[in-house]
């Protein structure tokens, strides 16, 4: 290795940013202790928790579709599912939420318990 390249190697390790953890992302992990829904790993919490919002904007989904979809995939029971997906939804799904600030319901009704 020639010197330069050790110089930059050893520049790019002393200025290497540690990763930082998301904001919304602790918040969620959080909301799941506090409501008693836990799950083993965290990030693979976050991860389910990130795919909710997709799952709805599937035609002819409701939030009753993503929690047996959340409950199949962390192999819980539909009760915790149905919570983890509405923390879910009110975490990472900003559109929803921001929807039933103004009054309006962009999901499927019975998707809320309507």
Known sequence: MSVFAAGVSAAALLTAVPAQADPID???????????????????AVALGQSVCPMLSEPGQSAADAAAKVADT?????????????????AFCPGVMASLGNGQ???PLGLLGF
Request: aromatic share 6%; glycine share 16%.
């Open 74 to 90: 962390a192999g819980m029971s539909l009760g915790p599912a149905t919570m983890f997906t509405g923390l879910a939804i009110s």
């Open 105 to 107: 319901n962009p999901l």
């Open 26 to 44: 602790d918040a969620f992990i959080d909301a799941l202790g506090n409501s008693g829904v836990g799950m083993p790993n965290p990030a693979d």
